[in-house]
């Protein structure tokens, strides 16, 4: 058995491949009861996302004992009631630079607005690849393919979602100075700047609580989780990240679908 003896006072948990797998919707019964231990005891509970605030399942916030959520890798921190906290926007020209990349390449662009998910480039390729959760979620995606305007009302993309072929893309990955383009999963990728990344949301948080980063426990499976893993008292990645992710972590967990997360909690005597 594990035992760091630290002060841990702010679990941290990325959403996708890390404590649901693609395609299912609900934490486990043990992971739940975890996390609702932990916050018995004082620890407080963040989900950090790359997700934005409107596609995440009803269900975490039924079964998470959170207060706050950081959302679009960083860029947005809201409440569980959706009150936004903080933004992070882009500048203009880099989101005219992604719309050209994407012109180009005929890849999907979907912007992350602080109030929507939306496509300026193939969007009926965006919504078949986004987002696994069927013709429900289909309808909070806005395609704005034609008229690309919705910055002039709403302000600027949070974050950006690229869809499209993995070698064109690949090629590429260096082609936006500032900004990291990470793969997410099939055709997909997260692209922000260097400078916002999941840590500002969790930096927020913490001093809410008047915490430090040494008592936090931060869980994540992909490179978006990264700065967060390494920041994080303990970083911990999961077992179905990719091998070369793995090692910015102090420990890795069984995987996603093995209930990684609550067997590292109960390991390391946090709950």
């Known amino acids: 058995m594990l035992n760091e003896n630290r002060d841990i006072k702010l679990i941290v948990v990325d959403l996708d491949n890390t404590i649901v797998k693609d395609g299912v919707n609900r934490i486990s019964s043990r992971l739940k009861e975890d996390l609702h231990k932990a916050r018995e005891k004082g620890i407080y509970v963040m989900l950090n996302t790359g997700r934005h605030y409107t596609f995440i399942y009803p269900s975490m916030f039924e079964d998470i004992p959170m207060e706050y959520i950081g959302t679009i890798n960083g860029a947005c921190l809201v409440k569980k009631d959706g009150t936004i906290i903080e933004t992070h926007p882009m500048d203009e020209a880099l989101m005219n630079q992604i719309i050209a990349f994407g012109n180009q390449y005929d890849l999907a662009i979907g912007f992350k607005f602080a109030d929507a998910v939306v496509t300026y480039n193939q969007h009926d390729l965006f919504v078949k690849y986004y987002i696994a959760e069927g013709k429900q979620a289909e309808k909070l995606i806005i395609n704005n393919d034609e008229k ?124």
């Open 148 to 271: 690309r305007d919705h910055h002039l009302e709403y302000g600027m993309p949070l974050g950006t979602f690229l869809i499209g072929e993995e070698s064109i893309i690949d090629q590429h990955l260096n082609d936006f100075p500032g900004v990291t383009i990470t793969y997410a999963r099939n055709k997909s990728y997260d692209l922000f700047l260097n400078s916002i990344n999941k840590t500002l949301t969790v930096d927020r948080v913490i001093k809410e609580y008047g915490l430090d980063w040494s008592q936090v426990i931060a869980f994540g499976d992909a490179g978006n989780d990264v700065p967060c893993i390494e920041k994080a008292g303990i970083g911990v990645m999961m077992g179905n990240a990719k091998e070369e992710i793995k090692q910015h972590g102090d420990y890795v967990a069984e995987a996603c679908d093995q209930d990684g997360v609550a067997k590292m909690l109960e390991a390391l005597q946090i709950v």
